[in-house]
């Protein structure tokens, strides 16, 4: 059974900051591009930050450029978003998603909630 869980969400003032882990199972990870997306109330959901099977390549949002960071370890099943200097803007549902490089699977966690506000 595949499952990716993400924690590290909750509640901060603007310019804060907070780490985001995902950790996956069920899957062979390295496998796997992975990816965060995010989803204000009544908006789409959003690409925020990618990352290679390897960790050599990251890309990202031009609204986060410079305030977050993606990072995995594959010896962990994990990957994480630094977020830093955090806006109201930056308030939503936040998932991961991993997609296999042969597109064999698709996956997505359950989503974990940040707020940013005074």
């Known amino acids: 059974q595949v499952r990716l869980v993400e924690s590290g969400g909750g509640s901060v003032q603007p310019g804060g900051s907070l780490r985001l882990s995902c950790a996956g199972s069920?899957?062979?990870?390295?496998?796997?591009?992975m990816s965060w997306y995010h989803q204000a109330p009544g908006k789409e959901r959003e690409l925020v930050a990618g990352?290679?099977?390897?960790?050599?390549?990251?890309n990202y949002a031009d609204s986060v450029k410079g305030r977050f960071t993606m990072s995995r370890d594959n010896a962990k099943n994990t990957v994480y978003l630094e977020m830093n200097s955090l806006k109201p803007e930056d308030t939503a549902v936040y998932y991961c998603?991993?997609?296999?490089?042969?597109?064999?699977?698709?996956?997505w966690g359950q989503g974990t909630q940040v707020t940013v506000s005074s």
């Open positions: 069920g899957i062979t990870f390295s496998n796997y591009a």
């Open positions: 990352i290679t099977r390897a960790g050599d390549s990251t």
């Open positions: 998603r991993a997609v296999h490089f042969l597109r064999f699977g698709d996956y």
